[in-house]
C-alpha cells in the first residue's frame, strides 16, 4: 500500500521551460549584482566560502560571478550554485517577478491526495529553498503546506538508488510504500532499484519506459 508519494519538480509538478527559460535566466541575469550587493549577507558569505574551497583559492565577486554563469550555462547540479540561486529566487519572489509554476493537474491531485491524509515530499536538484519558493509563490498561493519534506542533491544523485533508500529512511518508511513521480527515466531507475514504486511523466509527445507512463496528475490512481 502506499503511504507517500515523492515528486520531482521539473517537467513533472511544473514546466520544464519555467525552470529553464525563466529561473536560470533569471539568476543568471542577476548574479553579478546580488553578489555586490550581497557579499555581506551572512547566508551570502557561506556559499562564498564554500565555493572557495572547492575551487582552493578566494575569488573576485567578477571571476565569481564568471565561474557560477558558467555553471548555470552548464546546468551543473552543483549545490552551491542551487543554494546561491535560491536566494537569487527568492528575492525575485519578494519583489514580485518571480511567480513560481504548477501545472493545474498536479495542483489538484497533490491537495486530494493530501485530503486522504497520504503524505507527501519532494526531491529535486534545486535546493530545498528553490524548492519551498515555488510552492508558496503559486497561482494557487502558498502550497507548502501540501508537502511533508523536501529533499535536494544534498541527500545524493537523483539517479543514485542510494538516494531513495536515505530518503525512506529519512521518513520512517520502506521503499516499497513509497511511490516516486519523475520525467526522467534514469531517477525512475534508480528509485525502483531502491524499491519504490515508479511512474514517469510523459506530458508532450511519447517516449518508451520500464515504467508505468502517464500524461497528467489526473491519471495517477493510488
Known sequence: MISAILTDIEGTTSSISFVKDVLFPYSRRKLRDFLRDHTQDREVQAILEELFKK???????????????????????????????GLIWEEGYRKGELIGHIYQDAYQKLKEWHQKGIKLYVFSSGSVKAQRLLFSHTPYGDITYLFSGYFDAKIGSKKSSESY????????????????????????????????????LVRDGEAFSKHTIVKDFYSITI
Open 55 to 85: 575551487v582552493g583559492k578566494r575569488l573576485s565577486i567578477e571571476e565569481t560571478a564568471e565561474l557560477l554563469t558558467q555553471w548555470i550555462d552548464q546546468d551543473k547540479k552543483e549545490p552551491i550554485l542551487k543554494d546561491l540561486q
Open 165 to 200: 533508500l536515505k530518503i525512506a529512511k529519512a521518513v520512517s518508511l520502506k521503499p516499497e510504500q513509497m511511490l516516486f513521480l519523475s520525467d526522467v527515466e534514469e531517477e525512475l531507475n534508480a528509485a525502483k532499484s531502491a524499491g519504490m514504486h515508479t511512474i514517469r
